[in-house]
């Protein structure tokens, strides 16, 4: 049996592109038929790894961190969710919608990987911050959407706050960021090759149909 193709996707769970370029990668195996043949696992990446526990308002946050204006930002915004209506992910921006700290979703995210539900809370969270007006740093949200996708609460509340897990999720970070990853969402080929950004369906089928061309020539 030939070996799977391993895709790291590096990612936050409050960032729009991600969602997008993952939604499209996603299209892209569905497409080639290939899932059989794909592993995927979700790596960390904080956008904002200072934002304050209660989060930060998204408007003033975009400001001060790009420079951008109410105007622009919401131009962006209208552009992200004609993205995601193609893509069957419901983008809803509204007035006051705040960026939230992502630490504890990523460790998390980290347990889900144990238990083979990753890409189910991953999406699970994106959906809820992006379409479903929730602070994903809210450990009751948190616990919500632990509970939608089928994994054990009070298993996963115990490793929250364990110090050991928690570094390291920071360790992986670092990692990924030694490594050159300083924008998300980065798309990593069996650990040797990587597309940043959102990229387009056909890209990602013309990377996966030269990936397993090699593979069957090995």
């Excluded at 592993?39 to 960390?44: A, C, D, H, V």
């Excluded at 991953?122 to 959906?127: A, E, F, G, T, V």
């Excluded at 089928?150 to 030694?178: C, I, M, P, Q």
């Amino acid at each position: 049996m030939a070996e799977k193709i391993k895709i790291d996707v590096v990612s936050d769970v409050v960032c729009p592109w991600c969602a997008i370029g993952y939604k499209r990668l996603e299209q892209a195996i569905t497409e080639m038929g290939i899932e059989d043949k794909i592993e995927l696992e979700w790596q960390p990446f904080q956008l904002n790894p200072n934002i304050p526990a209660e989060g930060q308002d998204l408007e003033e946050h975009i400001t001060e961190k790009y420079g951008s204006t109410p105007e622009q930002q919401k131009e962006s915004q209208e552009r992200m969710t004609d993205f995601g209506a193609e893509l069957n992910f419901k983008f809803d921006y509204f007035k006051g919608m705040r960026m939230a700290n992502t630490f504890d979703a990523h460790v998390l995210l980290d347990y889900a990987k144990e238990q083979g539900k990753q890409t189910a809370l991953k999406m699970r969270l994106m959906n809820a911050f992006f379409g479903e007006h929730k602070d994903v740093s809210n450990r009751d949200v948190l616990k919500k959407e632990l509970e939608t996708v089928g994994l054990n609460t009070t298993e996963a509340f115990a490793l929250l706050d364990n110090e050991e897990l928690r570094t390291k999720v920071r360790s992986e970070e670092d990692y990924w960021k030694s490594l050159g990853v300083n924008s998300v969402p980065t798309v990593v080929f069996n650990r040797k090759s990587a597309l940043t950004g959102a990229q387009p369906v056909a890209i990602y089928k013309q990377v996966l149909t030269e990936l397993i061309a090699e593979q069957q020539s090995v």
